[in-house]
């Protein structure tokens, strides 16, 4: 069995933690493959008995590997879709961060989390991705996002002007500081705090939501995922950013953005019963409330 590891520098405070999950899967572990830089995160306080290939692409990652694990918050494990890209190899998020909707396993459950692992006892959850359609060599070889794209003025003291067709039709121009096209996994995420809805993981659709829109009867849409969304920008400004998850790209005003549902899923690793609406409530302090 070979598993990859991927994350970021984190607070030596959770070696403990770590070290635990590390040692229970060593006793069933051909191989770890490490993403590099964390490797040397991970030898200060931890010395691997089996054996450690590192990596740093895509193509580095044996087609054989059992599942990714990703330490760190949801931020890390959004940053693991550039590597595992549609390899349909699983990860598991261990959260270190501080909310985590997608790296849901606490590090108090790694133990607990590590024999599951190696039982088998979980269940995937298929996430879906959106794709920068046009232009197409913008983020690389890799145009794709499990949360959102967004589109962001560049100016701290002007909006811009975003035309949004969905399917061709005209839908709506924008007066606002950005946009954002989610997915239903980035709707508890940046859409969440502009005021977008919350939708189920299994939901087949995309949020447009307005970020600082100037009129104020404008709101959140639901579409289905379906659907191909144009964009087209314009301002006093030359340029605008397009954000796909984590990354950023500044695009000039003379070029449109098009957007579709990715033609692959990203495979998340749920251990235990899966229950979306307990993770809302706990995450989000739903219902605290003594009547409760």
Not at 52 to 63: A, R
Request: charged fraction near 20%; aromatic fraction near 10%; proline fraction near 4%.
């Amino acid at each position: 069995m070979k598993i990859a590891l991927f994350g970021r520098e984190f607070n030596p405070a959770y070696f403990t933690q770590i070290n635990t999950l590390l040692g229970a899967l060593e006793s069933r572990v051909s191989q770890f493959l490490v993403y590099e830089n964390f490797f040397d995160c991970l030898k200060v306080g931890y010395t691997f008995t089996r054996p450690v290939k590192t990596f740093q692409h895509h193509e580095e990652l044996d087609p054989d590997t059992f599942c990714m694990i990703s330490i760190g918050g949801d931020g890390t494990l959004l940053d693991t879709i550039t590597l595992l890209k549609d390899s349909g190899i699983p990860v598991l998020g261990i959260n270190t961060g501080r909310l985590g909707f997608l790296s849901a396993v606490s590090t108090d459950e790694v133990s607990i989390a590590a024999e599951a692992l190696l039982n088998g006892d979980f269940t995937l959850d298929r996430r879906s991705l959106l794709q920068l359609v046009a232009p197409d060599n913008l983020f690389g070889n890799f145009s794709y996002a499990l949360n959102e794209l967004t589109v962001l003025k560049r100016d701290t003291s002007t909006m811009i002007s975003i035309s949004a067709y969905v399917d061709g039709q005209f839908l709506n121009t924008y007066w606002a500081d950005g946009l954002i096209i989610a997915t239903p996994t980035g709707s508890t995420g940046y859409s969440l705090s502009c005021g977008g809805p919350i939708i189920s993981p299994e939901s087949r659709n995309f949020i447009i939501t307005p970020i600082a829109t100037h009129n104020l009867t404008v709101r959140p849409i639901v579409i289905p995922d379906s659907s191909t969304v144009k964009l087209r920008i314009s301002g006093r400004s030359q340029e605008y950013l397009v954000v796909l998850d984590s990354r950023s790209r500044p695009l000039s005003t003379s070029v449109e953005l098009v957007v579709k549902k990715a033609g692959f899923s990203i495979n998340l690793i749920c251990l235990g019963q899966k229950d979306f609406f307990k993770t809302i409530r706990n995450k989000l302090a739903w219902g605290l409330d003594k009547r409760n």
